[in-house]
């Protein structure tokens, strides 16, 4: 259990609550799915971690990846100073998804997603009517095993959850690099992709859900 106090506390409340209103209930347009269908069990089996990033470095991000060790199922990386290009900041996250299956990190098993406060919102998340509580901006970084998401992702597409053409986002795009990256962690297989530069001194609402 995490015991924060101050912004701290009530940005971890918030987004509990959000998560409540947006992310756990049955939505007709993910075919009476919730959005993230098993992120009601993992708040209740106390499997989701979050922790907070006060400056411009991406170091917290950096050591949260070498040094996870599975305690929880998802450490959510609240972005108090955040790259404010929101193309920037994804961009970020996906040259880094491509530096961990590379073995920058080691570990090639993890995998990240961002949510950033300048993205158009997601249609298809019934969030329009969450009221913040909180007035500073915040981003959040995801942080998970590739490995576990792709698996619930299968289980997941037999049941018919991705079968739906809506949303501000290619989903199928983002299954597709995912799972590529999973096949080839997998595999064993080099990354063939072409290479992006990356920096360890790199700098990197509506929320973009893609479970």
């Given at each position: 259990m995490n015991f924060y106090t101050g912004l701290e506390k009530d940005v971890s409340e918030e987004i509990r609550a959000w998560s409540l209103h947006a992310l756990?209930?049955?939505n007709v347009d993910y075919n009476n799915f919730p959005v993230c269908p098993f992120a009601a069990k993992a708040w209740q089996d106390d499997?989701?971690?979050?922790t907070f990033k006060y400056d411009?470095?991406?170091q917290p991000l950096y050591s949260?990846?070498?040094?996870?060790n599975d305690q929880f199922e998802l450490i959510i990386l609240v972005d108090l100073e955040y790259e404010p290009d929101e193309e920037k900041f994804h961009q970020h996250l996906e040259d880094l998804n491509e530096a961990i299956s590379e073995g920058i990190f080691i570990d090639k098993d993890m995998y990240l997603m961002g949510f950033h406060p300048e993205s158009e919102s997601n249609e298809l998340i019934d969030d329009t009517t969450f009221e913040t509580k909180v007035d500073t901006l915040y981003a959040m970084i995801f942080i998970q095993r590739l490995s576990l998401l792709c698996k619930s992702s299968e289980k997941?597409?037999?049941?018919?959850?991705?079968n739906r053409k809506q949303g501000s986002y290619d989903i199928k795009a983002v299954l597709t690099r995912r799972n590529e990256?999973?096949?080839?962690?997998?595999?064993g297989e080099p990354n063939n992709i072409t290479k992006k530069t990356f920096s360890y001194g790199e700098k990197g609402s509506s929320r973009k859900v893609a479970c």
């Amino acid at each position: 259990m995490n015991f924060y106090t101050g912004l701290e506390k009530d940005v971890s409340e918030e987004i509990r609550a959000w998560s409540l209103h947006a992310l756990e209930k049955p939505n007709v347009d993910y075919n009476n799915f919730p959005v993230c269908p098993f992120a009601a069990k993992a708040w209740q089996d106390d499997t989701v971690g979050i922790t907070f990033k006060y400056d411009t470095s991406f170091q917290p991000l950096y050591s949260i990846i070498s040094a996870y060790n599975d305690q929880f199922e998802l450490i959510i990386l609240v972005d108090l100073e955040y790259e404010p290009d929101e193309e920037k900041f994804h961009q970020h996250l996906e040259d880094l998804n491509e530096a961990i299956s590379e073995g920058i990190f080691i570990d090639k098993d993890m995998y990240l997603m961002g949510f950033h406060p300048e993205s158009e919102s997601n249609e298809l998340i019934d969030d329009t009517t969450f009221e913040t509580k909180v007035d500073t901006l915040y981003a959040m970084i995801f942080i998970q095993r590739l490995s576990l998401l792709c698996k619930s992702s299968e289980k997941l597409m037999s049941k018919g959850y991705y079968n739906r053409k809506q949303g501000s986002y290619d989903i199928k795009a983002v299954l597709t690099r995912r799972n590529e990256l999973y096949r080839r962690l997998k595999s064993g297989e080099p990354n063939n992709i072409t290479k992006k530069t990356f920096s360890y001194g790199e700098k990197g609402s509506s929320r973009k859900v893609a479970c």
